[in-house]
Every structure is written in structure tokens, then in C-alpha cells.
């Protein structure tokens, strides 16, 4: 299987997930610099990792968005390739519109860091088939600008395509607002566009993909992964 | 311009006459001013300085370099240091706290090793003031914006608040790097005909003059210093970082000098006379941000996020093409030649040539008159009042548990990213931090400790104290201590008392490190940290890194098991002199705290490294702060257990429960193996103090109080 992780300029988790996905699954993965016009020949998955691209001194993603790259990346997504943004990376997503929704600061106004609780939502995605729906993960978070914002009529309808993938929730698994740490609504912490091939995820599974940290339920997602390239996409 | 207006004492300047054979000239005054003053020349603590052990078998680089660096095997060595940012943090903490953080991290760099982890000794005034907040959000936002943008983590550090930080919050930004041993890079590498190149960003008026700044005492019109503190660029940094490691990585590289106090004059003059060559710089050709700016300014500014290398003619163009490739600006601005000059030019002409030897190390020492102070017999006088015991023990160890200084801190290190690059597996919140190093899977163990309250009653016993409660936390945990950091933090040394404490508590850590064979590879010293109103405590800060083979070896706290025994080795009770105890009762310490025992430390260490090897323990902690009693309630509190304690002893309570000092811990062990652990500290004072269970905490009668108690207090909602 062969990973492509883009690298922006300010990009801090590049060499993180590419570690994780290299010791998970064994894939090989090529760093691709982001004045890059395409992509690797014979991409199997792209990941835009999580960081401050360009120093995130615009609106976080709004110039990573905008960089050669993303034509690449684009055209890679629109023929059904896999696309997997975490953190700073979904926030480019949004920005480029390859994902709906926006992202506010954290509602208590400042960085947070630490263990987290998600639900999956759905086990019948490309990233998530070694998941079961209700199964609580624990990923970390890091992140200034977590707050998922969409207008209703948008999130209803996300909701209705079942576009939510992940949710904060307790260790019980309920979403509750006490087990939100950032305020997104209704607690969506990773989503998919319409294709079931891009996802934005705010939590990191790379930083709990090994039982050296202390999780591995990040792991199963890079499973989840290679066992759909492996079956051909064909799930 | 009079050398009196620039900071420079009479002999000073008289010694710059001798060694130039001529009066200087406008411009290199400025750079004499800078180059010999107190932050860059240590002239009234070289003498002290050299009272540190600087050998060791893991030693590879000792003090003199930008970091020192130790070998953690397998090739591979860990380059750290710890440097104050304490002047620019009174004055603007939001970028004073940042500055801190790049400039380390950039020290760290300049020995060719990849940044891996920071810590952050934050010591503010007292809680709730309103300029403790404003100062403390500014430093603690600085600290967060800065390291989480860049992408070093931070792991670990230290918060305390007490009033004689007031008006002088101190920022003690520490960082240590990963660098392959066949892969350093150091400023006495240089050679004759290579190029001086200048990378990142432009250089602007901000910081000039701020070594200077940080070598006197801070002036009440705070304001006018503004343009001595510098701005930081965490993205610029980031850049900076990958550019410079990927040029490393090339062996582009023949040396690297980060470009913070004294600007291009200390980078440029130090590789020269380090490295035994001239070095000319053109002035012109320094990329700038502002116009009109004259050559000193352009010589000494401070603008942050800039690298000097040395490289090989024969790579301009590599270089050239990497720093392209991230955006930075690239300009070769000097050569090297034979020699020991430091030369400026402008335009054309030479505006300064100094012999670099004697801008970098010609600055005569300085003996400052050093005697006890007067009212030191008070201070170590115990009154009544310090020994009160409080209205009730359950009252005393929820205060204690609830106060700033003690109380969960997870409010700060939320704040900073912690975990990024994968390494943490013991983060913030714990007396150690454990990194596993990815290159040869071992594990680092990190401490920061400073004790300044038992330093004012005792400077030297108290800098021990310092040294030996880091070492006895890595031995506790099962690491083998490899060197030391330090970071001296005092007001001023022009008063002889003052200049006591210093030399006091310098040899204090000075014999604790060598008793306990832990070499000082690195360090700072931060002088003059007092305003006409207060002054600092005498603040020595202390960071160790050690060693941890396997992860099997390493011996966590707050792991209580259902059933443990629980043994508290040491002596019972200890000193209630500078403890928590009186910080939060009495407001005032007095008396004598424990006195530094070698033999004693050493002992303990030893059984205690045993201890960890022999894996006959759950869960460990050694006592430091609040003494026996919050050694429980963490541990009880972390484990989610409770635990009924009850032993012999004829110490009163207040010193059983809060006396601290000496080589103590409590160790959880499962009652199978106690006999093994009783075996293994036999002839050192060991005692079965009870047993963990159920969800309360009893002490000997004195109290008992439910786990959830403890834990709201501790968390503080």
C-alpha cells in the first residue's frame, strides 16, 4: 500500500502519521511536498496531516488550501481515491471545500491537549471497517480551532446522509456536551463527504496507534484502510 | 558615547583600551557593551561556575558549546540546555515567554539535533494579584503559541507562585534534542575560507541592546525597554528548524551559532574565537526589515528566528537551493580567514576589528564582596507561629492539596501540545517525564526541580536539595541519571548578601552533583532579578535527564492496586523549614531545613535503582513538596485509592504529615513480594506504613478523608 502525506510548510504531524502508518500496516509512504502539482504514481491514500500549515495566520487551512497540491489531491479524491485530513488537515478540507462546514476557535478560547473519548458512527467506511458501530475509541486531541460549525438545514441534512463519522462522547459512550471538548455541533469530531471517500478527523489516531502510547485503537483505522485497498476498494 | 551610559565599569573599559592598544570606536563600544555584559560574559559567576563536575562516562559534550549533549546509546545522544528569559517576560510576557522558547530550541539546533522536547519553568507572583494574571496568561499563552506551532512538545516543567515574583515573574524555557554522535556540530569547527551565511528571517531594530537589558536591574518605567524585547515567529522557526536539519543532513553544515543575545556580533564572534579564525562580516549585505538602521544596530540586533552557518564554499549553492526551497532568506554575509580578528564592514569601510578572543572571553572577572546575611539567624530561627499546627489535619492537607502551587496543573499543560512527534509516555502532571527515543528504543526520563524557599534559609543546603530531589525521582522511577541543566536565577549580585546566597546554593548543587556523580553539561544564569521594590527568592532550577533501558524497568507512580502494602523508606517526619507546610500557613519560611547527607543520598539511590530493576514494586513516589501527606493524597488520587496508613512514630504530626527534606519515598508493593523489597533496603530506615483500599485516606487517626475529597480540592473546579 503506498501513503502519500503532504507536507505543507508549518506541517508538525507529517513525520507522526507517517511513522504510524509505516510501524501499523508496513506501507510505504512518500512525503510530498505541497508546490507539488501531482500526486505519486500508484497513490493508494493521501493524508494531510495536522499542524500549522503556512503558520495558520490566515484562517487555519486557508492558505494549505489553496496550494498546488490540493489540484492534485482534488482530482485524486474526485476519481474516489482516499483522502484522510486530521486536524489541521480537515480544517483544509473544509477550506477547500472538499468537505462542507467551517471551523470556530475551541469554545474555551484556548489550545487543548489530552486523552479523548470518541463513538464511531459508522463501520462501513473505508477508514472504519475494523471498527463496530458504538465502539468507544480513544484518540488524543490537540487542536485551537476544533469547533465543527454548519448551518441547521446543512447539519440535518449531513446527519440524514449519515456523513458523521466519529462523535465525542463519554467513556460510556454517550455524546453528551460535558463530553464535548471543543463545542462542535452535535459533537462531530470526523465526517466524510458524500463519496464515503474523504475524511476529516479532528482527533489524532496516529498519536494512538502504537501500545507504546497508551492506545491502539488508532491503529485499526490504518487496518481498516489496507484491508480496503487490499479487497480492491471493493466494499 | 560614555561606556558608563552602555553598562561598562571603569576596569572594564580600561581593559578594553589595553587589549585593542586604542581607544575603541563608537561601534565596537557597542559591541563590548553587549559581548561583556553579565547575560553573555558571566564575569561575576565564571569563578562559581567552575565548582560544577563536568566529566562523567555519558558525558560527550560538556559546558562551552550551545547545549551540552550526552550519549544515550547506540549512537545516538540527547543535546539539551536550559536558558532564563526573565527581563522580556516582565516587560511583554506574551512575546517574552515565546522568545524563550525559540531561542533554546534554536541552541538545541545549533548542535546539529533535532528538537524533540521543551519544559517550562514558570515562577509568578502571588496568586490572584491582577498583574500575576495579566503576567501569568501572557507567559502561559507565549509558552503554548510558540511550542505548539513549532512542533515541540511540551513535556513537562514547573509552576510556582510566591510573592517575591511580583515584579519579576521568571521564564525558564528548557529543550533538548536528538542528534546522531557522528552528526554534532559545534562552533569550534570552523575553518579558515569558508562563508558565513545568514539564514531566516530579516533583521530588524527589535532586541537590540536586550543582553544588556537582562544584565541590569529591571527599571520601574518598564515601558522604555520595550525595544529590547524581541518579537517571535513560530512559523519562521518551524521553517528555520527544517531548513537548517535538512542542511545538516546533507553535511552542508561545518558549524551553526543561533543568533539570540548579542545578534550576528556574539554568533559570528564566538565560532571565530572558538574555532581559532578571523571572521569578516559585511553589514550591507544582512537582509533588513527597516530602513536607516547604523552597523552597530545591525550588528547587535536581536531579531529572532535567524541562524548563522559556516559553510564550505563549495556547498553556496546547496545551501542556497534548500533555503529557496522553504522560503527563507539566504545571504552569505562574511568569510573566514587566518587569524583572531572580529571585523565589520559597511559600505566599504571597517567600522569595527576587535581581536575576536577578547570581545568573547576578555571581560575581566568579577569577585563581588559575598557575606551572610545579617539577618540570617532570624530567618533560620523556627518561631512558633511557623510550627502552629492548623485547625484540623483534614483542613491542613485539603489547603495544601488546593493551593496553587501544589495543585493539579493541568490547566497550564492543556494549553501546550504535549505529545506531538509521538515520544511522550509519561507526560506533564508526573514528577518524571518518559520519552522513548525512536531511534534506538530506549526511553528518556525528564525532571525540573528548584526549591527556592529552602534556598533563602539555607542557600547551600537548599541547592542540594535542589540536585538530589531530581535524581532521586529518576533513581525512584529506574532511571540512570546521565547530566544535568541548570539555570541560576538571582537578583542581584552586587550586594553581599545576595552574592552569598548565589555562591551558597551554587555549592550546594555543586556538591550534591558530584557526591551523586551527576555532570552539569549546560546551563545559564540569570542575575539581577529585582526591581527597587522586590526581589526575587534565590531560585536555582535544576534539570536532569536520565536513562531507561526498557520500558519494563521503569517504575511509574500513582499505580496503587487493591491490596498493595504500603512502605515509606527514610526517616519519618523531616523539617517543616521552607516546606509547603509554611508557604501555605505562615507565609514566611523559617528555620533549618534538612541538611544535604552524601552518604545518606547515596544509599537511598542505590537501593532505590534496585528497587526499579527488581520490579517488586507497583508504584513509587518520592516525597518533595507537602511531605508525606501529599504523597499519599497524589498517589491515592491518581490510582483512584484510597488507603489506610498507620504507623509508629515519634515525631509530632506536623512534621510526620509536612516535614520535607532527606532522601524519602513511599512505595505501593503487593504482599508477596514485600519480603523481597524489605530485603532489598535493609540498613536504610524502611517502615510498612499500611495498606491501600477502599475510598478513603487515614492517617494514623490524625484524619481520614474521602478519595473524592481529595480529588476536588486537588483539581481545584
Not at chain 1, 29 to 57: Q, R
Not at chain 2, 47 to 65: A, I, N
Not at chain 2, 395 to 414: C, G, R, T
Not at chain 2, 611 to 635: I, M, N, P
Request: hydrophobic letters at 40%; a negative charge; charged letters at 20%.
Amino acid at each position: 500500500m503506498k501513503v502519500a502525506v503532504v507536507v505543507f510548510p508549518g506541517s508538525n504531524c507529517d513525520a507522526d502519521v507517517a511513522h504510524a502508518v509505516e510501524v501499523t500496516i508496513g506501507a510505504s509512504v512518500e512525503m510530498v511536498w505541497h508546490a507539488s502539482e501531482s500526486l505519486p504514481a500508484g497513490t493508494d491514500l493521501v493524508i494531510l496531516p495536522g499542524g500549522f500549515s503556512y503558520g495558520d495566520y490566515l484562517r487555519c487551512g486557508a492558505m494549505a488550501a489553496r496550494s498546488s497540491i490540493m489540484k492534485g489531491v482534488k482530482r485524486f479524491a474526485s476519481s474516489g481515491g482516499l483522502v484522510l485530513g486530521i486536524c489541521n488537515g480537515f480544517q483544509i478540507l473544509t477550506e477547500a471545500k472538499m468537505l462542507r462546514g467551517v471551523f470556530l476557535p475551541n469554545r474555551t478560547l484556548s489550545f487543548i491537549c489530552r486523552p479523548c473519548t470518541l463513538r464511531v458512527e459508522r463501520d462501513d467506511t473505508p477508514f472504519t471497517l475494523r471498527y463496530k458501530i458504538g465502539q468507544v475509541v480513544h484518540f488524543p486531541i490537540a487542536h485551537h480551532e476544533g469547533l465543527y460549525y454548519l448551518d441547521k438545514d446543512e447539519l440535518d441534512a449531513l446527519e440524514k446522509r449519515r456523513q458523521v463519522v466519529f462523535r465525542y462522547a463519554t467513556p460510556t459512550g454517550e455524546a453528551t456536551d460535558e463530553a464535548n471538548p471543543n463545542g462542535a455541533l452535535n459533537n462531530i469530531a470526523g465526517m466524510v463527504n458524500e463519496g464515503g471517500n474523504v475524511l476529516g478527523l479532528i482527533p489524532h489516531p496516529e498519536r494512538a496507534s502504537e501500545p507504546v502510547l497508551g492506545s491502539v485503537d488508532g491503529a485499526l483505522m490504518w487496518q481498516s484502510i489496507s484491508e480496503w485497498i487490499k479487497g480492491g476498494g471493493a466494499h | 558615547m560614555n561606556h558608563r551610559t552602555l553598562g561598562l565599569r571603569d576596569e572594564e573599559f580600561d581593559a578594553i583600551v589595553e587589549g585593542l592598544g586604542r581607544e575603541p570606536n563608537e561601534t565596537e563600544l557597542h559591541l563590548f557593551s553587549v559581548m561583556w555584559s553579565e547575560h553573555c560574559s558571566y564575569k561575576s559567576t565564571r569563578r562559581l561556575l567552575r565548582l560544577f563536575p563536568k566529566e562523567g562516562k555519558s558525558v560527550v559534550q560538556g559546558p562551552g558549546e550551545n547545549a551540552g549533549i550526552v550519549d544515550v546509546g547506540d549512537g545516538w545522544g540527547a543535546a539539551f540546555k536550559v536558558e532564563s528569559h526573565n527581563h522580556p517576560s516582565a516587560v511583554e510576557p506574551y512575546q517574552g515567554a515565546a522568545t524563550g522558547v525559540g531561542g533554546i530550541i534554536r541552541d538545541i539546533l545549533a548542535m546539529g539535533a533535532q528538537p524533540t522536547a521543551s519544559m517550562d519553568g514558570l515562577f509568578f507572583g502571588r496568586e490572584g494579584a491582577r498583574s500575576t494574571r495579566r503576567l501569568s496568561d501572557g507567559i502561559i499563552r507565549g509558552v503554548g503559541d510558540y511550542g505548539n506551532c513549532v512542533g515541540v512538545p511540551t513535556v513537562g516543567g514547573k509552576t510556582a507562585y510566591d510573592p517575591s515574583y511580583d515584579e519579576n515573574p521568571l521564564v525558564n524555557a528548557f529543550c533538548l534534542g536528538l542528534v546522531r554522535l557522528d552528526r554534532v556540530i559545534k562552533s569550534s569547527t570552523a575553518a579558515s575560507g569558508q562563508v558565513a551565511v545568514l539564514i531566516g528571517s530579516p533583521t530588524g531594530r527589535d532586541g537590540i541592546g536586550g543582553a544588556t537589558f537582562a544584565s541590569v536591574e529591571l527599571a520601574d518605567e518598564t515601558k522604555s525597554s520595550r525595544p529590547q524585547v524581541q518579537i517571535g515567529d513560530p512559523f519562521a522557526e518551524k521553517l528555520l528548524v527544517e531548513c537548517c536539519l535538512e542542511l545538516v543532513g546533507l553535511g552542508a553544515v561545518v558549524s551553526m551559532q543561533d543568533m539570540g543575545a548579542g545578534g550576528i556580533t556574539s554568533s559570528a564572534s564566538e565560532v571565530a574565537a572558538k574555532s581559532g579564525v578571523s571572521v569578516n562580516i559585511e553589514l550591507d549585505r544582512v537582509p533588513l526589515r527597516e530602513e536607516g538602521m547604523a552597523p552597530w544596530e545591525i550588528a547587535l540586533s536581536e531579531s529572532q528566528e535567524r541562524m548563522l552557518l559556516i559553510v564550505q564554499k563549495k556547498d553556496m549553492e546547496l545551501v542556497e537551493s534548500v533555503a529557496a526551497k522553504w522560503g527563507l532568506n539566504c545571504a552569505p554575509i562574511g568569510t573566514t580567514t587566518p587569524g583572531d580578528r572580529f571585523v565589520l564592514k559597511y559600505k566599504g569601510n571597517v567600522v569595527a576589528d576587535v581581536p575576536a578572543s577578547l570581545l568573547g572571553g576578555g571581560c575581566p572577572e568579577i569577585s563581588w564582596p559575598s557575606l551572610p546575611p545579617e539577618d540570617l539567624n532570624d530567618r533560620q530561627c523556627l518561631g512558633a507561629e511557623q510550627t502552629k499546627p492548623p485547625k484540623g489535619w483534614e483542613d491542613a492537607i485539603v489547603s495544601l492539596l488546593s493551593h496553587p502551587n501544589w495543585a493539579d496543573k493541568s490547566w497550564i499543560y492543556e494549553q501546550y501540545d504535549h505529545m506531538v512527534q509521538i515520544n511522550t509516555i509519561v507526560g506533564p502532571g508526573s514528577p518524571v517525564t518518559l520519552l522513548r527515543i525512536k531511534p534506538n528504543g530506549r526511553f528518556l526520563a525528564l525532571v525540573m526541580e528548584s526549591d527556592p524557599w529552602k534556598c533563602r534559609l539555607d542557600p547551600f543546603s537548599g541547592g542540594a536539595e535542589t540536585v538530589a530531589k531530581g535524581l532521586r525521582a529518576l533513581a525512584v522511577c529506574g532511571a540512570v541519571p546521565l547530566g544535568m541543566t541548570d539555570c541560576l536565577n538571582f537578583p542581584s549580585p552586587e550586594k553581599p548578601d545576595q552574592f552569598w546566597e548565589l555562591e551558597e546554593a551554587v555549592r550546594g548543587m555543586a556538591t550534591a552533583c558530584r557526591e551523586m556523580a551527576c555532570p552539569v553539561v549546560s546551563g545559564n544564569v540569570s542575575l539581577y532579578n529585582e526591581t527597587s521594590k522586590s526581589k526575587i527568592l534565590p531560585t536555582p532550577l535544576a534539570c536532569i535527564v536520565g536513562l531507561v533501558d526498557s520500558l519494563e524497568d521503569f517504575l511509574p507512580s500513582g499505580r496503587w492496586k487493591e491490596g498493595n502494602r504500603l512502605f515509606l523508606v527514610g526517616s519519618p517526619g523531616g523539617s517543616l523549614a521552607g516546606s509547603a507546610y509554611q508557604h501555605v500557613f505562615s507565609g514566611k519560611p523559617r528555620g533549618v531545613p534538612v541538611p544535604f547527607d552524601a552518604q545518606k543520598e547515596k544509599s537511598f539511590l542505590e537501593r532505590a535503582a534496585k528497587t526499579a530493576k527488581s520490579r517488586v514494586a507497583e508504584s513509587a513516589l518520592a516525597l518533595a513538596g507537602g511531605g508525606l501527606a501529599l504523597a499519599l493524597a497524589k498517589e491515592a488520587i491518581e490510582s483512584g485509592k484510597g488507603a489506610q496508613v498507620n504507623f509508629d512514630a515519634e515525631a509530632k504530626p506536623e512534621l510526620l504529615l509536612f516535614g520535607e527534606g532527606g532522601p524519602r519515598a513511599i512505595y505501593a508493593i503487593p504482599p508477596d513480594k514485600a519480603a523481597a523489597f524489605c530485603h532489598i533496603w535493609q540498613g536504610f530506615p524502611v517502615s510498612h506504613i499500611g495498606k491501600v483500599g477502599g475510598s478513603e485516606l487515614s492517617v494514623n487517626g490524625l484524619f481520614k478523608v474521602r478519595l473524592e475529597k481529595l480529588i476536588r480540592a486537588w483539581r481545584r473546579p
